[in-house]
């Protein structure tokens, strides 16, 4: 295994357990090789690798500085306060959107109501380390959860559900890729056109009713889901 390669898994490593915390400095190439009994180039070369990745970012003046741990997240039904907690990373919620309205053709047939039915939606920006991390838009059977707008910012949607009396039993999930809007590039700090991962997701409770429909589209430099696979017997 190349030496750059073993040193960007050591960097990497330090950063997602939180020993090198966003903001932290690296110091320059010089200092980090005599150190590290590296060469020069070997250092670059594990650096730029880390910058790649957007780990790392070299700001002028400034040297090499952490930017933050990529969230991996496991597909399984949980929600993504509770996952980022469960990581370290500090999450929080701004809330654009929460209000009653007629479902739409997809959100009728998802949540199994008739079309203009009225349905709770909740659009929420999610944040992990300060940094925009998610755009999250949901729909839920009008009078299934009780909430406020302080209540979505203070703890997740699904603890806010089982609080009320749901029990999240089973759910029908999508995920994908996409592009960038350019209101979703404003929102989540990225180019227009920047590669999002996209999520689609129906959640029923223990009576087989669909309790939720969610929307998500998170930063692909920022996230990414994680797959356990078997092998079949």
Do not use: W
């Not at 755009?135 to 707008?149: E, I, K, M, Q, T």
């Amino acid at each position: 295994m190349p030496l750059y390669y073993q040193l960007a898994q050591q960097l990497e490593a330090a950063i997602e357990r939180g020993r090198l915390a966003p903001g932290s400095l690296l110091g320059n190439e010089i200092e980090l090789a005599g150190r590290l009994g590296l060469s020069r180039p070997t250092v670059r070369q594990a650096i730029q690798s880390l910058v790649d990745k957007g780990l790392l970012v070299r700001r002028r003046g400034v040297g090499t500085q952490v930017v933050h741990s990529q969230v991996k997240r496991p597909l399984e039904l949980s929600s993504l306060y509770d996952d980022l907690e469960a990581a370290g990373q500090r999450p929080a919620t701004r809330v654009l959107r929460h209000t009653v309205r007629p479902a739409t053709a997809e959100v009728a047939a998802a949540l199994g109501v008739a079309e203009g039915a009225d349905v709770l939606l909740l659009e929420r920006l999610r944040y992990a380390h300060d940094e925009p991390m998610a755009y999250l838009r949901n729909h839920l059977p009008a009078g299934l959860v009780d909430c406020a707008s302080a209540d979505l910012e203070a703890t997740g949607l699904y603890r806010l559900m089982r609080a009320g009396g749901t029990t999240l039993h089973s759910a029908r999930q999508s995920v994908g890729a996409r592009r960038a809007t350019g209101e979703e590039a404003v929102l989540l700090g990225e180019e227009t056109g920047a590669p999002l991962l996209t999520m689609e997701r129906v959640t029923f409770d223990d009576t087989g009713r669909a309790v939720e429909f969610g929307s998500h589209v998170y930063r692909a430099s920022r996230y990414s889901f994680e797959f356990q696979l078997l092998v079949r017997p």
